[in-house]
């Protein structure tokens, strides 16, 4: 008898310490996965405003880089603003920043100079966000799989900088206001596109992609219907493959688009407005510059200057200072105009500047002064480089003479 009643004792012990055994785990198990998020997926919230501590933006991504999988944090708060720089995101696994409904702003003012988010991990997204004030780079890009989407990036420096490493990189609906740039790429990136942004205000450019020496990895950025107003430049690019298509553009200081180096395609788009030119080709080569729409901008509509093999086809350019230029290019690999339709420029349509082009099925109406205007360039030594345009069914109607100065070869018609 009395065996049987240790033994029972025994029996019940052991399963009371089972029980409290799997309490403990089903406690630990639901603070690491909270009530309502997927298997796997870990959540943080940032409820607290403060610089550091327990809920704070900080904590937060000190838990997710440790994290064994994907983790999403959720921001809470309506402001944060660092005093001291941010743990990187280094979780490999992916890590979702998302804002609360109406955003959450992150002040970098405080920051001395390094990025206010440094993401080093790969399949990183952040939504909602605003980031202002980064004395530095609102966010420094230096890993694989990156979303930016309906976020807004105000009075930094650098927007977003996008390092050489970096790939699969995605801008969607998000806001870039009064930057010195919006977004700066170091080098060509695969897979990368900016989607229906919004630059205005630039200091420099809404987009800035150069390099010092040609990128031989030959994949192109795609930009397109973005929309550019007020920036100095809206895209400059130099020796980085691009496709600017469907953009919009309007009252850019210097140019809507600056290109220099070889492999740009600028097509479709939409320049309008401000004292600058609407498309510059400088010192470019193996470009295409093909049916934009150019108007009511206070110099060139589009400017090719010491660059070779450059086609600027099928554009439209109305009510702009002057229409087309070519400017000092390569005599051995010339640029081409053709099918080019410029409407009332207040001075010349074509200039052509110690340069020899080839001018195929253009037609430039109503100029103010020359239709065509051919002159040779004078260096600082004295010597003279000759303009030798090639005209091919050109239709100049002018008021002027259509020609001016210079050689020609082939024919122009006029009415």
């Known amino acids: 008898m009395r065996t049987s009643v240790r033994m029972a004792v025994a029996v019940g012990v052991l399963v009371l310490l089972g029980g409290l055994a799997a309490l403990g785990w089903w406690y630990q198990t639901r603070q690491q996965h909270p009530a309502g998020q997927a298997t796997g997926t870990l959540t943080v919230e940032v409820t607290s405003d403060a610089d550091r501590g327990p809920g704070t933006l900080r904590e937060a991504l000190f838990i997710v880089a440790a994290a064994n999988g994907n983790a999403d944090v959720r921001l809470k708060v309506k402001s944060v603003a660092p005093e001291t720089p941010l743990p990187p995101l280094v979780n490999p696994h992916g890590v979702r920043i998302i804002a609360q409904q109406g955003g959450t702003q992150i002040d970098g003012h405080a920051l001395s100079g390094g990025p206010v988010l440094d993401i080093a991990g790969a399949n990183t997204s952040i939504e909602g966000l605003q980031l202002r004030n980064c004395p530095g780079s609102a966010i420094l890009l230096r890993a694989t799989q990156f979303r930016l989407r309906a976020s807004s990036i105000e009075s930094c420096d650098v927007g977003v900088d996008v390092a050489e490493n970096a790939s699969d990189v995605l801008f969607e609906r998000n806001r870039f206001s009064g930057n010195r740039v919006g977004v700066r790429f170091a080098a060509s990136t695969r897979n990368a596109v900016l989607v229906g942004n919004t630059f205005s205000s630039s200091r420099d450019a809404g987009v800035w ?14 930009m397109r219907e973005n929309h550019f107003d007020g920036d100095r430049s809206g895209i400059v690019a130099a020796n980085i493959a691009v496709l600017i298509e469907r953009n919009e553009f309007a009252n850019a200081s210097e140019a809507g688009v600056h290109l220099l180096g070889a492999g740009a395609v600028v097509r479709g788009n939409h320049v309008s407005g401000g004292p600058g030119m609407g498309i510059i080709a400088d010192t470019a080569r193996e470009s295409v510059i093909d ?16 660059s070779a093999s450059v086609l600027v086809r099928a554009n439209r350019v109305h009510n702009c200072g002057y229409g087309l230029a070519f400017v000092l290019g390569d005599p051995h690999r010339p640029s081409t105009a053709a099918d080019n339709t410029i409407i009332a420029p207040q001075f010349n349509g074509i200039d052509v500047i110690g340069d020899s082009p080839i001018l195929r099925n253009n037609q430039v109406l109503q100029p103010r002064a020359y239709a065509l205007h051919v002159t040779d360039y004078e260096q600082p030594d004295g010597k003279k480089v000759l303009a030798h345009p090639t005209l091919e069914n050109n239709n100049f109607r002018a008021g002027t003479p259509a020609v001016a100065d210079g050689e020609l070869r082939g024919t122009a018609r006029q009415p």
């Open 209 to 222: 992609a150069v390099r010092a020496e040609p990128d031989a990895r030959g994949a192109a950025l795609t």
């Open 291 to 306: 049916n934009n729409e150019l108007d009511h901008l206070g110099a060139y509509g589009i400017m090719v200057r010491s």
